[in-house]
Protein backbone atom coordinates (compact mmCIF):
# COMPACT_ATOMS: atom_id res chain seq x y z
CA UNK A 1 0.00 0.00 0.00
CA UNK A 2 1.13 3.29 -0.80
CA UNK A 3 1.84 5.59 1.80
CA UNK A 4 2.73 9.54 1.84
CA UNK A 5 5.67 11.02 1.05
CA UNK A 6 6.69 14.83 0.20
CA UNK A 7 5.60 15.87 -3.13
CA UNK A 8 2.28 13.70 -2.65
CA UNK A 9 -1.07 15.48 -3.08
CA UNK A 10 -3.05 14.58 0.03
CA UNK A 11 -6.72 14.49 0.49
CA UNK A 12 -7.10 14.82 4.34
CA UNK A 13 -10.47 15.26 6.75
CA UNK A 14 -9.86 16.63 10.00
CA UNK A 15 -11.13 17.93 12.87
CA UNK A 16 -9.37 20.79 15.15
CA UNK A 17 -9.19 20.94 18.96
CA UNK A 18 -8.59 22.62 21.54
CA UNK A 19 -7.40 21.51 24.56
CA UNK A 20 -11.05 21.99 26.16
CA UNK A 21 -12.42 19.53 23.66
CA UNK A 22 -13.83 22.22 21.45
CA UNK A 23 -13.95 22.11 17.94
CA UNK A 24 -12.34 24.90 16.37
CA UNK A 25 -12.52 23.79 12.80
CA UNK A 26 -13.25 20.65 11.11
CA UNK A 27 -14.12 19.71 7.28
CA UNK A 28 -16.09 16.48 8.18
CA UNK A 29 -19.17 18.29 6.65
CA UNK A 30 -17.35 19.38 3.77
CA UNK A 31 -14.49 18.55 1.38
CA UNK A 32 -11.35 17.24 2.60
CA UNK A 33 -8.43 19.65 3.00
CA UNK A 34 -5.62 19.37 0.54
CA UNK A 35 -1.72 20.34 -0.09
CA UNK A 36 1.39 19.18 -1.73
CA UNK A 37 3.70 17.78 0.54
CA UNK A 38 6.49 19.48 1.61
CA UNK A 39 5.25 22.69 0.22
CA UNK A 40 4.79 24.60 3.10
CA UNK A 41 1.17 25.55 2.22
CA UNK A 42 0.08 24.03 5.68
CA UNK A 43 1.05 24.28 8.81
CA UNK A 44 4.70 22.04 9.62
CA UNK A 45 3.05 20.19 12.71
CA UNK A 46 0.47 19.38 10.55
CA UNK A 47 2.35 18.12 7.45
CA UNK A 48 4.54 16.03 8.95
CA UNK A 49 1.71 13.89 10.58
CA UNK A 50 0.28 12.75 7.33
CA UNK A 51 3.74 11.89 6.05
CA UNK A 52 3.86 8.23 6.62
CA UNK A 53 0.39 7.84 6.19
CA UNK A 54 -1.80 5.83 4.05
CA UNK A 55 -5.72 6.00 2.68
CA UNK A 56 -7.55 5.19 4.98
CA UNK A 57 -6.08 5.54 8.35
CA UNK A 58 -6.86 7.70 11.29
CA UNK A 59 -5.10 9.57 13.42
CA UNK A 60 -4.46 11.81 16.46
CA UNK A 61 -2.24 14.47 16.85
CA UNK A 62 -1.26 17.00 19.62
CA UNK A 63 0.87 20.50 18.19
CA UNK A 64 2.45 22.88 20.32
CA UNK A 65 2.41 26.11 19.40
CA UNK A 66 6.02 26.20 17.49
CA UNK A 67 4.37 23.34 15.79
CA UNK A 68 1.41 25.25 14.67
CA UNK A 69 0.83 29.00 14.41
CA UNK A 70 3.35 29.73 16.59
CA UNK A 71 3.66 31.84 19.93
CA UNK A 72 1.39 34.58 20.87
CA UNK A 73 3.72 38.04 20.51
CA UNK A 74 2.46 41.45 22.19
CA UNK A 75 5.35 42.69 19.44
CA UNK A 76 2.68 41.58 16.46
CA UNK A 77 0.21 43.92 18.45
CA UNK A 78 0.41 47.19 16.75
CA UNK A 79 -1.49 50.63 16.82
CA UNK A 80 -1.90 52.86 13.34
CA UNK A 81 -3.19 56.06 12.69
CA UNK A 82 -6.68 55.55 11.56
CA UNK A 83 -6.05 57.69 8.68
CA UNK A 84 -4.16 54.86 7.10
CA UNK A 85 -7.89 53.53 6.55
CA UNK A 86 -9.47 56.17 4.45
CA UNK A 87 -12.12 58.78 5.65
CA UNK A 88 -15.16 56.08 5.09
CA UNK A 89 -13.76 53.05 7.21
CA UNK A 90 -15.78 52.44 9.85
CA UNK A 91 -13.68 49.75 12.19
CA UNK A 92 -15.18 47.14 14.34
CA UNK A 93 -14.06 45.28 17.32
CA UNK A 94 -12.31 41.96 16.01
CA UNK A 95 -13.31 42.83 12.26
CA UNK A 96 -10.17 41.28 10.47
CA UNK A 97 -8.59 42.72 7.57
CA UNK A 98 -6.43 41.17 4.85
CA UNK A 99 -3.53 43.78 4.40
CA UNK A 100 -0.35 43.76 2.30
CA UNK A 101 2.48 44.89 4.63
CA UNK A 102 5.53 46.77 3.33
CA UNK A 103 7.81 43.84 2.23
CA UNK A 104 4.59 42.52 0.14
CA UNK A 105 3.89 40.00 2.33
CA UNK A 106 0.28 39.36 3.26
CA UNK A 107 -1.48 39.22 6.57
CA UNK A 108 -4.84 38.72 8.18
CA UNK A 109 -4.48 41.38 11.51
CA UNK A 110 -7.75 41.78 13.82
CA UNK A 111 -9.00 44.75 15.04
CA UNK A 112 -8.59 44.65 18.58
CA UNK A 113 -9.35 48.57 19.81
CA UNK A 114 -9.63 51.73 17.85
CA UNK A 115 -10.59 55.36 18.52
CA UNK A 116 -10.82 58.75 16.48
CA UNK A 117 -6.86 58.61 15.94
CA UNK A 118 -5.91 55.31 15.70
CA UNK A 119 -6.85 51.45 14.96
CA UNK A 120 -5.18 48.95 17.26
CA UNK A 121 -4.03 45.49 15.16
CA UNK A 122 -3.36 42.12 16.41
CA UNK A 123 -1.21 40.71 13.74
CA UNK A 124 -0.97 37.12 15.44
CA UNK A 125 -2.97 34.44 13.92
CA UNK A 126 -5.83 33.41 15.94
CA UNK A 127 -4.71 30.53 16.64
CA UNK A 128 -1.30 31.94 17.80
CA UNK A 129 -0.06 30.22 21.51
CA UNK A 130 -2.60 27.49 21.41
CA UNK A 131 -1.91 23.99 21.33
CA UNK A 132 -4.19 21.72 19.08
CA UNK A 133 -5.20 18.43 18.83
CA UNK A 134 -5.95 17.18 15.27
CA UNK A 135 -8.06 14.21 14.42
CA UNK A 136 -6.77 12.88 10.94
CA UNK A 137 -8.31 10.73 8.31
CA UNK A 138 -6.19 10.07 5.15
CA UNK A 139 -8.46 9.99 2.37
CA UNK A 140 -6.35 9.87 -1.18
CA UNK A 141 -3.07 10.14 -2.27
CA UNK A 142 -2.88 11.58 -6.07
CA UNK A 143 0.70 12.85 -8.07
CA UNK A 144 0.84 16.23 -7.59
CA UNK A 145 0.37 17.80 -11.27
CA UNK A 146 -3.64 16.51 -10.31
CA UNK A 147 -3.48 19.72 -7.85
CA UNK A 148 -6.73 20.58 -8.21
CA UNK A 149 -8.02 24.49 -9.75
CA UNK A 150 -8.56 26.90 -6.90
CA UNK A 151 -10.97 29.95 -6.67
CA UNK A 152 -9.14 31.64 -3.60
CA UNK A 153 -5.76 31.88 -4.14
CA UNK A 154 -3.09 31.62 -1.67
CA UNK A 155 -4.30 34.61 0.28
CA UNK A 156 -7.51 33.62 1.94
CA UNK A 157 -8.41 33.96 5.48
CA UNK A 158 -9.91 30.94 6.43
CA UNK A 159 -6.85 28.37 6.08
CA UNK A 160 -3.25 28.56 5.49
CA UNK A 161 -2.60 28.65 2.33
CA UNK A 162 -5.05 27.12 0.67
CA UNK A 163 -6.82 23.48 -0.04
CA UNK A 164 -10.37 24.57 0.63
Known sequence: ??????????????TGKFDSGEVFDTSADGSPLYFIVGEGDIIEGFE??????QVGEKKTIHLTPAQGYGEYSEDRVISTDRKNFGDDFE????????????????AIATIVDFNDESVTLDMNH??????????????????????????CGSGCSS??????
Open 126 to 151: PLAGENLHFDLELVDIKDASEMPQSS
Open 1 to 14: MTTVKKGDLVFVHY
Open 48 to 53: KAVVGM
Open 159 to 164: CSGCGH
Open 91 to 106: PEIDQQLALQLENGER
